[in-house]
């Protein structure tokens, strides 16, 4: 099928952008990429901290800065304001970071309470910034039973909702109280392979779109109300 009428009439054409391979290329940071790490459960033998803590350690060695938060002392959302120390550090990590790792366990078929608390504490905006925009993610879980993906596939709809560039790969560690040694270190395994794929993907895209992520997440709709508002603006102004 062949479209022999190409013309728009319904698109502000000063607004509107035609990408390019070369609008996609930018120079190279010259700081290492800055990856947080979240986790979901407050248990002293935690498996998703745990799974967080290997995952770091890869990071670090691929040349990442890397920072896990800890959400012990974070209270529920609505019981203390944005001024909390622990919300104040959460928040100050996010806009810190240009890559995330979030690993939740299953409970009831879900993310914990612990780790939806992280998340609901994070505004989608601030000001004019948006904490996560553009910032790329790697979701995991942990399971006590078998192998389930109800928690990532939950990660990735609070992703997406987040804006946030969630990678193709992701990892699920089954009966993850059988994959540590007595030391808290992974066991190799097909699982421990698994979570090297992700960070190294995590890694790619993250230095692929850290320092272009405004161009990525750029928006002909929001350029257009950007554009209406200036102008009602100069109208006003002249009158």
């Avoid at 000063?14 to 010259?30: H, R, T, V």
């Amino acid at each position: 099928m062949t479209i022999h009428d190409n013309s728009l009439p319904n698109i502000d054409e000063s607004q509107l952008d035609i990408p390019s391979f070369e609008k996609c290329q930018s120079e190279a940071a010259a700081h290492a990429p800055r990856i947080l790490l979240l986790y979901g459960s407050l248990r002293k033998r935690s498996f998703s901290r745990l799974v967080v803590e290997e995952c770091a350690r890869l990071l670090s060695r691929m040349g990442a800065e890397v920072e896990i938060f800890n959400p012990e002392g974070l209270p529920q959302t609505d019981t203390e304001d944005e001024n909390h120390p622990k919300v104040q550090e959460l928040r100050s990590l996010m806009m810190w970071s240009e890559g995330q790792v979030w690993c939740s366990p299953e409970r009831h078929g879900s993310m914990t309470s612990i780790f939806k608390s992280q998340i609901d504490w994070v505004p989608l905006s601030v000001g004019s910034v948006r904490p996560t925009q553009g910032k790329t993610l790697a979701v995991m879980q942990v399971c006590g039973g078998s192998q389930s993906f109800n928690v990532v596939n939950q990660l990735r709809v609070l992703g997406r909702w987040m804006r946030m560039v969630t990678i193709p790969n992701q990892s699920s560690v089954a009966k993850a109280f059988m994959e540590f040694d007595e030391n808290d270190r992974m066991k190799p395994s097909p699982y421990y392979n698994r979570i090297v794929d992700v960070m190294e993907e995590l890694m790619k895209f993250t230095l692929l779109l850290r320092t272009n992520k405004d161009y990525f997440v750029d928006r002909y709709s929001e350029r257009v109300e950007s554009a209406e508002k200036l102008s009602e603006r100069v109208n006003q102004r002249s009158v």
